[in-house]
């Protein structure tokens, strides 16, 4: 059950940073942006480890493999892409084209991780997201004359779903504070150096906005909900993690209408009653 709280938790936090990011799309590149936010959230980790003096355990080479591949896969290009598309497109149906994450997911799951795959958890996944297409509606005339950010927010997908296998392989080996630190680090370390090579230096104007934002961000997406997303994948599972998920795109609405000063509409909140109850659905059934 503890696991079902912590990525549903986990999922109203994303559920923010889509909506800040696209409001301040404008000033922010990509790969830094994803190297400056695995910087901060790693420094809130360390503060963490530190205080409940955590020891870095010896691994072995697999699982360091394995920590660094999930990194770098998932939160590394998964959210470049992720960041790209929502340029593009806007944070709303970014994040439902990325959220077919879910699919990805599931199939690795139940075809290398031996996960069974229950008749409760298929009609959750359908329901759950039904809501989101139902969401998405009106808003899917963008996408025809938007294929690259449609393009990221695929690449975003098939990177989120393949990491997200890759952590449960991993969690056998290491603590999930430990496994979280480590995969930041992975991400500062690669990706802030090589954006500021691709991209350059942030504008000296707008690098107070842009360190608000990502700090912002990296505490939600990062600090906070990285480490309950890969507590209730070590507690639940990766089919059931990834299906509470959905809850994520469907919120998304109603955090970019707020941020933008628009009213959502009523299908937007039809649209989470049915993710949640799909939710629901694969959690008790």
């Given at each position: 059950?503890?696991?079902?709280?912590?990525?549903?938790?986990?999922?109203?936090?994303?559920?923010?940073?889509?909506?800040?990011?696209?409001?301040?799309?404008?000033?922010?590149?990509?790969?830094?942006?994803?190297?400056?936010?695995?910087?901060?959230?790693?420094?809130?980790?360390?503060?963490?480890?530190?205080?409940?003096?955590?020891?870095?355990?010896?691994?072995?080479?697999?699982?360091?493999?394995?920590?660094?591949?999930?990194?770098?896969?998932?939160?590394?290009?998964?959210?470049?892409?992720?960041?790209?598309?929502?340029?593009?497109?806007?944070?709303?149906?970014?994040?439902?084209?990325?959220?077919?994450?879910?699919?990805?997911?599931?199939?690795?799951?139940?075809?290398?991780?031996?996960?069974?795959?229950?008749?409760?958890?298929?009609?959750?996944?359908?329901?759950?997201?039904?809501?989101?297409?139902?969401?998405?509606?009106?808003?899917?005339?963008?996408?025809?004359?938007?294929?690259?950010?449609?393009?990221?927010?695929?690449?975003?997908?098939?990177?989120?779903?393949?990491?997200?296998?890759?952590?449960?392989?991993?969690?056998?080996?290491?603590?999930?504070?430990?496994?979280?630190?480590?995969?930041?680090?992975?991400?500062?370390?690669?990706?802030?150096?090589?954006g500021l090579v691709i991209e350059g230096s942030p504008p000296?104007?707008?690098?107070?906005?842009?360190?608000?934002?990502?700090?912002?961000?990296?505490?939600?997406?990062?600090?906070?909900?990285?480490?309950?997303f890969v507590y209730s994948i070590g507690s639940i599972g990766?089919?059931n993690t990834v299906v509470a998920t959905a809850l994520t795109?469907?919120?998304?609405?109603?955090?970019?209408?707020?941020?933008?000063?628009?009213?959502?509409?009523?299908?937007?909140?039809?649209?989470?009653?049915?993710?949640?109850?799909?939710?629901?659905?694969?959690?008790?059934?």
């Amino acid at each position: 059950m503890l696991g079902y709280v912590a990525i549903i938790l986990a999922s109203v936090l994303w559920s923010l940073s889509p909506a800040l990011i696209s409001r301040y799309r404008s000033i922010i590149r990509p790969v830094v942006f994803t190297g400056l936010r695995a910087l901060i959230a790693s420094l809130s980790i360390l503060v963490s480890l530190i205080n409940k003096d955590v020891v870095l355990e010896v691994l072995d080479a697999e699982t360091i493999l394995l920590i660094i591949s999930s990194a770098l896969i998932g939160p590394g290009l998964g959210d470049i892409c992720f960041t790209k598309s929502i340029k593009i497109l806007g944070g709303f149906i970014a994040v439902v084209l990325s959220y077919t994450y879910i699919f990805v997911a599931q199939a690795i799951a139940v075809v290398f991780l031996s996960e069974f795959m229950r008749v409760s958890l298929v009609l959750g996944a359908v329901l759950a997201f039904s809501g989101v297409v139902l969401v998405a509606g009106s808003d899917s005339s963008q996408l025809i004359v938007k294929r690259e950010g449609i393009a990221y927010a695929v690449l975003a997908s098939i990177s989120w779903g393949v990491s997200t296998s890759l952590i449960k392989v991993a969690l056998r080996s290491v603590d999930e504070v430990v496994l979280v630190f480590l995969r930041l680090v992975t991400i500062f370390v690669v990706f802030l150096p090589l954006g500021l090579v691709i991209e350059g230096s942030p504008p000296r104007n707008v690098f107070k906005r842009l360190l608000a934002v990502a700090s912002v961000t990296a505490i939600l997406d990062w600090s906070l909900g990285m480490y309950l997303f890969v507590y209730s994948i070590g507690s639940i599972g990766v089919s059931n993690t990834v299906v509470a998920t959905a809850l994520t795109p469907t919120l998304t609405t109603v955090t970019t209408k707020v941020l933008a000063g628009e009213k959502p509409l009523l299908k937007h909140f039809l649209g989470v009653l049915m993710t949640s109850v799909g939710i629901l659905i694969t959690a008790f059934w």
